[in-house]
């Protein structure tokens, strides 16, 4: 139902912009997340964004650097990354879970959907 795209090298300081296209039928009442997992350390939440994409939220380490949207037309959500760290080198998950009302803005962990996962390594 998630498949992610657009991972890959990058340098220090670099961009990229991670893609996750979903099968799910609507968008409307499904908040969308990425997380990532470095070797040796837990899965963390990143970013998450509500069904009509008023609500962020974001990692106190992204902040600033990151930024989550979604082209409801295309059931698509993005990642963009900038001035990228060797420590934001990890497998950056797409999730999504699905809400009572596309206002509702969820900040947990318990996503519903996984997708397989894209690899970012930044390089120093």
């Known amino acids: 139902r998630l498949a992610e795209s657009g991972g890959g090298l990058v340098q220090v300081g670099g961009s990229l912009r991670l893609s996750c296209a979903t099968s799910?039928?609507?968008?409307?009442?499904?908040?969308m997340g990425w997380f990532r997992q470095a070797p040796g350390k837990e899965r963390e939440l990143v970013a998450a964004i509500s069904g009509n994409g008023g609500g962020t939220t974001y990692a106190e380490s992204v902040k600033g650097r990151f930024t989550i949207s979604r082209d409801t037309t295309n059931n698509t959500v993005f990642l963009q990354m900038n001035d990228l760290k060797p420590w934001d080198s990890a497998v950056y998950y797409c999730?999504?879970?699905?809400?009572?009302?596309?206002?509702?803005?969820?900040?947990?962990?318990?996503?519903?959907?996984w997708g397989q996962g894209t690899q970012v390594t930044v390089s120093s």
């Open positions: 999730t999504a879970k699905i809400v009572y009302s596309g206002n509702y803005l969820y900040r947990g962990t318990q996503y519903d959907y």
């Open positions: 799910l039928r609507t968008l409307s009442n499904v908040n």
